[in-house]
């Protein structure tokens, strides 16, 4: 019994021992939360009444540390000027240096010579407008186009060369041999109803339903040469016709008069081309229209005609030249397609022997 009443005894004290070392564990826990408690808030609401004089603070020690080391670097600057013979004064020899070179390597210029002589720097570039000029010089010009004002088909080409409305139909026109090389390669250029031959006159000319001197031409001439309608030409051909009125020998030689005056009215325009010019006559209109001598019915006989070679053939002798003509005028004449308003078999010294373009 006594045992058992020790034993008993010895558990309750146990658990007595346990139960004092629990609350004493509570009571310490307790008190840090509260201590921790007071401590955030107590931060809490310091930094709720002074929320700016914490970055106040750390601004002023910021420009306390930037002005020491501002100050530093300006010492030691100041010493480093006096100091240029010491050890001390290398790294800013070497900076000095180092800006020496890479001014002169942005000048393009070296610093001087071994011997102490001054290297003078050489003059700018002088960039003028000459080189400008001379760059445009050198680039290839676009031929100007004349001021087309119809197109009736696909081989014909009208535009106005006057200034009084004048025009001009422009044909293109091909002799090839049988091998496929080109012969001639010509131009037609026949002026407009508004230019013809006065009937009888080798000097005067209907322009515009006026009649003037021929030497109105000068100014039509002086619009094609604007129009450097003459720059790729290899020869000129100027046409003389004679319409159905009159003795037949005496407007042969009419016709060879106009060509001549044709050719020397281009001779003195054109003086300064290295071309060759020549007169073809085509003689009289074989087709007699009226009796009743000149009338402006034949008109259409005595066009003014001009025809610029654009390519002929090496060795081309005058007489292979007419023969080209002859065929080219003839096909145009038979072409229903283009209305070509010359028709050359109707002149008298197509199929005479007589020779057509005159010599030089």
Known sequence: MENKAKIIAGVGAGILFLACIFFLAQALVSSMDSSSGTTKATAKKR???????????????RDTERGRQAEEERRLAGTGEQSNENSNSGESATRGTASDLSSSALSGLPSGDEDGTEVKEPEPEAYTS???EEEERKKPKRKPKMPQVETPSEDIRK??????GESMLQYEGFDIDESGDTIMHVE?????????WK???SERMFRANTEVPIKELRGIIRNLDKYQHFDDAQSIICV???????????????SEARAKRL???LGVYLKNKEMPIYAMRFGKHNEKISDRGCTNATLNQRRIILVKTIKEKDGLTTKGMEASLKKIFSRKS???NTSFPVDIRKYSLFENEKQMLLAL
């Open 47 to 61: 930094d709720y009444k002074r929320p700016f004089e914490r970055n106040r603070g750390r601004n002023r020690n």
């Open 130 to 132: 000459e080189t400008r």
């Open 159 to 164: 535009f106005r060369v006057g200034d009084k």
């Open 188 to 196: 037609i250029d026949i002026l407009s109803d508004e230019c013809s």
């Open 199 to 201: 009937c009888g006159s």
């Open 240 to 254: 003389g016709t004679a319409s159905s009125e009159g003795n037949p020998i005496r407007e042969e030689r009419r």
């Open 263 to 265: 050719k020397g009215l």
């Open 334 to 336: 038979i072409d229903l």
